[in-house]
């Protein structure tokens, strides 16, 4: 079964990935001069910088070196910059046509077609570079959201209760020691009582981050009652049990389909990544297990990577629900397709007594470029004006 969805799923990716790359190269292609050498050299750079991230993944599988690193970082970028000259191709056809039929264009595009097409492929490669570029950049500037959640019940647990929330690292490649240290940094200066990793923490293979020790740099995060975790999707993608024994070994603790009192004073509970069943992992339990035996008068904030179906979460005693996957989409326009597909695709939410925060996470995965907002560290102040001191 999980070969089986391995095979569709890329046989999918890759129909897509080719077809638009051939569209690029093919359009790209015909704006050039058609004597000299440019052609050749835009052929050879064009299947060099396509191939790039493909080879440099299966290169990584074999042996995490400066080629593979150097592979994966050309090829990531060029996954945005895709993208962008994607869409600016289209726009170029699409007006193409409408010319056809209405004849709108000025006489200075249609008297000197080569010089046109020169200067229009120069335009679409122009802004597709400003785009990817200021995306970049705003991977590298994390914002701390602050939220203050009022949680309107009566409970014997904490009058107020302080968590630091980080989703979506992806640590591997190309999240990696100085951005894990700007994250560090960010959550030891808020003073949390607990830190929450709400899954992808790791990219896909756990070489690299095993590579660069990267744990050791997680082993230095600081809350007062500790650093805990759900899995994610990629978790499962580069192999769950060598991910969450290696995080767990450095300080992490990992909350599986399970609910952990912490400090005697409030629950935290923990599902399993809903796509543990593609990967050979069974089924996950019904929320009602993963609460079995939680005593209700204290507080339980829930984590569950994936925020789908929030109406089976409200109203079965869960005060909190954190979130991630869905990066708001990382490349506009897709955080329209997250919004589509997701109740809640980004931010604060509410159904019933239940609160939910589905953040677009602190990493990015593959492009190291955000153009739909900016990555971010989650301060979650939780007030319970009604709670009584513990017996």
């Known amino acids: 079964m999980r070969t089986m969805g391995f095979v569709i799923f890329f046989s999918i990716f890759f129909t897509i990935y080719g077809l638009v790359n051939y569209y690029i190269y093919v359009r790209g292609l015909q704006a050039l001069p058609r004597d000299g050498s440019v052609r050749y050299w835009y052929t050879a750079v064009f299947i060099l910088v396509a191939l790039s991230y493909v080879a440099g993944r299966f290169l990584e599988k074999l042996t995490v070196c400066a ?16 993208l962008y000259l994607f869409l600016g191709v289209l726009t170029v ?10 004849g709108f264009f000025p006489a200075a595009i249609t008297d000197n077609p080569a010089r046109a097409k020169l200067i229009t492929l120069a ?71 607990a830190v929450l ?56 603790t990992f909350i599986r389909d399970r609910a952990l009192l912490v400090n005697g004073r409030y629950y935290l509970a923990g599902r399993e990544d809903r796509s543990a069943p593609r990967f050979g992992n069974g089924q996950r339990k019904r929320l009602e297990e993963v609460l079995a035996g939680v005593d209700r008068s204290h507080p339980v904030i829930l984590m569950d990577h994936q925020p789908g179906r929030l109406d089976a979460v409200a109203g079965r005693g869960v005060d909190l629900q954190v979130s991630g996957h869905t990066h708001n989409g990382q490349l ?10 997701y ?31 900016r990555p971010e560290i989650v301060s979650i102040r939780l007030h319970f004006p009604r709670a009584t001191a513990p017996r």
Do not use: C, Q
Request: proline share 4%; charged share 20%.
């Open 67 to 82: 080629a593979s690193d150097l592979l994966v970082w050309v090829g990531s970028f060029w996954l945005a910059y895709m």
């Open 343 to 373: 109740e809640l695709s980004r931010g604060y939410g509410r159904l019933g007594d239940t609160h939910f925060y589905v953040s677009s996470g602190y990493g990015t995965w593959g492009p190291p470029v955000r153009t739909s907002g």
């Open 123 to 193: 335009a679409v490669a122009g802004l597709s570079t400003i785009a990817v570029a200021a995306g970049h950049i705003n991977t590298l500037y994390p914002k701390i959201t602050r939220l203050e959640i009022t949680v309107d019940r009566e409970t014997r647990g904490p009058r107020e209760l302080h968590l630091v929330l980080a989703t979506d690292i992806h640590l591997g490649v190309l999240i990696s020691n100085s951005r894990l240290e700007t994250l560090v940094a960010g959550i030891n200066g808020l003073d949390a009582d």
């Open 197 to 252: 990793l709400a899954g992808d923490i790791v990219d896909e293979d756990i070489a690299p981050v095993i590579e660069k020790n990267l744990g050791e740099l997680l082993r230095s995060i600081r809350s007062r009652h500790g650093v805990f975790a759900v899995t994610g999707n990629h978790e499962y993608i580069g192999g769950v049990r060598p991910a969450v024994k290696y995080l767990e070994e450095h300080g992490v």
């Open 93 to 102: 056809d699409i007006a193409r046509l409408a010319n056809h039929v209405t």
């Open 332 to 341: 506009w326009p897709f955080n329209y397709v997250t919004a589509a597909i």
